[in-house]
């Protein structure tokens, strides 16, 4: 469904969001709402494609020392993603950690991670600011904070294009292809409730978070949001 709805660029936009994190060996990072892996994986690429450049090839004591923590509140999510590890030949007790919890009332210390991202999650969480709030209080000083969402598009005629294809052809092949119309009805709206781009960054600054910005991505159907811990 993901595929379809996108015509496959959620694939690019969660590279995009990986290459703005920039991961690094021995990095500690938090993934919410990430059950499946799709963030966490990348992740894991990237940090080992840059530790195999520097050294040739061989593992270094740093990318030992890297962990990815993938939180999610969905334990059927959760089995999905330590199967398709399985199937990648992660090793969970190396650098894998698959942990049930809440975005609101996350389990991990303060300052413990250097850097968190959320990918089409927060837009589901009930209470934004609490979920913004622990991010902030999880990630250390010079941590980053990341969010892929869908997001608002304000360009006249593409917006009135996208609105047909949301509110008309999403619920119709969430139908044929799921079985299941109405929770692809129920993404659309959530949407269209979700803050806009500006305001969402302003509930990230009031968070405590600084140098905040924000990309918009097929004109502003996803937007990628960052800020900093300083």
């Known amino acids: 469904m993901n ?5 496959g ?6 590279d ?15 993934d919410v709402a990430g059950g499946t892996g799709d963030v966490a994986f990348r992740v894991l690429e990237r940090i ?3 530790s195999h450049r520097a050294m040739q090839g ?4 740093t990318e030992e020392d890297t962990h990815i923590y993938v939180c999610d509140i969905n334990p059927n999510m959760l089995n999905v993603g330590k199967k398709r590890a399985a199937e990648r030949g992660y090793s969970e007790e190396h650098c894998l950690s698959w942990i049930q919890g809440d975005a609101e009332a996350l389990s991990f210390e303060d300052g413990s991670m250097d850097g968190y991202t959320i ?3 927060i837009r589901n969480v009930t209470h934004i600011e609490k979920a913004l709030s622990e991010a902030y209080r999880v990630l250390k000083r010079g941590g980053r904070f990341l969010c892929l969402e869908l997001s608002h598009v304000d360009v006249p005629v593409f917006k009135e294009i996208y609105d047909v294809y949301s509110f008309s052809v999403i619920p119709t092949i969430g139908e044929l292809v799921a079985g299941d119309r109405q929770s692809y ?3 659309v709206e959530s949407i269209r409730r979700f803050p806009n781009q500006e305001k969402f960054a302003q509930m ?3 968070a405590g978070f600084q140098r905040v910005e924000y990309e918009n991505l097929v004109g502003g159907v996803v937007a990628i949001h960052s800020g900093l811990k300083l």
């Open 3 to 7: 595929d379809l709805m996108s015509v």
């Open 48 to 50: 080992k494609s840059v």
């Open 58 to 61: 061989t593992l270094t004591e």
């Open 204 to 206: 990230i600054q009031e």
């Open 185 to 187: 009805q129920y993404l």
């Open 16 to 30: 995009r969001l990986i290459s703005k994190l920039n991961p690094f060996p021995a990095m500690k990072h938090l």
């Open 119 to 121: 990918a089409f999650g």
């Open 9 to 14: 660029l959620h694939r690019l936009w969660k």
